[in-house]
Structure formats: C-alpha cells, structure tokens
C-alpha cells in the first residue's frame, strides 16, 4: 500500500512540476491589480485584495504588525501606482493549525476602503467552482527559482481542478 501511494504521489509530483510558479514568467506590469506585498518595511508575503476593503493571504504570514501594499509590480522599486494602507483586523480560520498549517488561510481588513484604480482592483471571485481541467492563473511575488525571490510578480498558466476539491 505504501509503494502504491508513494508511486501515486511521484508521478502526481511529475505531471504538476511544469504547473508550479517556480519556473514561471514575469507577470505584464499591472496585470494582476489584486496581487497585494504584505510588507514590515520590507515584503515578507502576498495575498489578493477580494473585496476594496478586505485581503484574503496565509495565515502563517503574519508577524505582529504589518502594512498591505497594493498597485505594486515591482516591489524593489517606487512606481508612484502603489497604495499604503494600514490593517484594522486580522481574522485566522477558527481552525488554524500553525504547527501542521492546515487551514493556513486570513483574512484581513483594511482600515478604510481603498480607492481602486488601474493599479488596484479586487480579483473576480468565482461563484461557482471551475469543471474539472479548467485553466487558471496563480500569481505571486514567491520563489521562481530554487531560494530566490522574485521583485516582480510571476504565474504559470494551468492549474486543473481535480474532481472532487470542490465538492
């Protein structure tokens, strides 16, 4: 039984290695208006702006006090389209393991709604889960290449939706 799940689990690493960010391409300036740095002085994480109000991130991504900075591209560099915005409140799922990260996920409200702009708008929520197959686009400012960060959000293009996460 072992061997099955470890010969399932290999080949599952093999089919999703060119569906990872890591690999991925630099994001067209501004093309992901959602993408948000969470930032102490410098940026340690990001998330998406859901709502002109609200970020939704991982939850293992919050120090003791933080900004949000949205409109960002390259997060190295002062583009005059970013905003600054203060946090009101930080709420973790109930669940939230911080030892084993399940239910690792945040949301965070802003302290006043944002003015949204060509630099800044919340990502279109789905209001129904994709079919099976159904390409999508994950963005980040993560890793690209084994331990280095990117300055410049980066996706890949396909991320399929196996039967059943929705359910």
């Known amino acids: 039984l072992w061997n099955l799940f ?19 391409y630099e994001c067209s300036p501004h093309s992901q208006p ?4 969470l930032n102490t002085g410098y940026h340690f994480c990001g998330g998406s702006l859901i709502t002109d ?3 939704v991130s991982a939850a293992h991504c919050c120090p003791n006090s933080m900004q949000v900075i949205l409109g960002d591209h390259n997060i190295q560099v002062f583009e005059h389209t970013e905003q600054l915005m203060r946090i009101e409140t930080i709420v973790w799922h109930p669940s ?3 030892q084993t990260l399940d239910h690792d996920i945040m949301l965070i409200k802003l302290a006043h709604p944002l003015q949204t702009d060509a630099y ?45 996460w929705c359910s």
């Open 34 to 37: 959602w993408q948000v740095s």
């Open 120 to 164: 800044v708008q919340p990502v279109s929520l789905p209001t129904a889960c994709p079919a099976a197959g159904t390409s999508c686009v994950v963005s980040g400012w993560g890793n690209i290449l084994t331990h280095l960060n990117a300055p410049c959000p980066h996706s890949r293009g396909l991320c399929p939706n196996p039967t059943g």
């Open 6 to 24: 470890l010969e399932a689990f290999m080949s599952l690493i093999k089919a999703e290695i060119i569906d990872r960010i890591v690999g991925g």
């Open 96 to 98: 939230y393991d911080y």
């Open 53 to 55: 109000q609200w970020v």
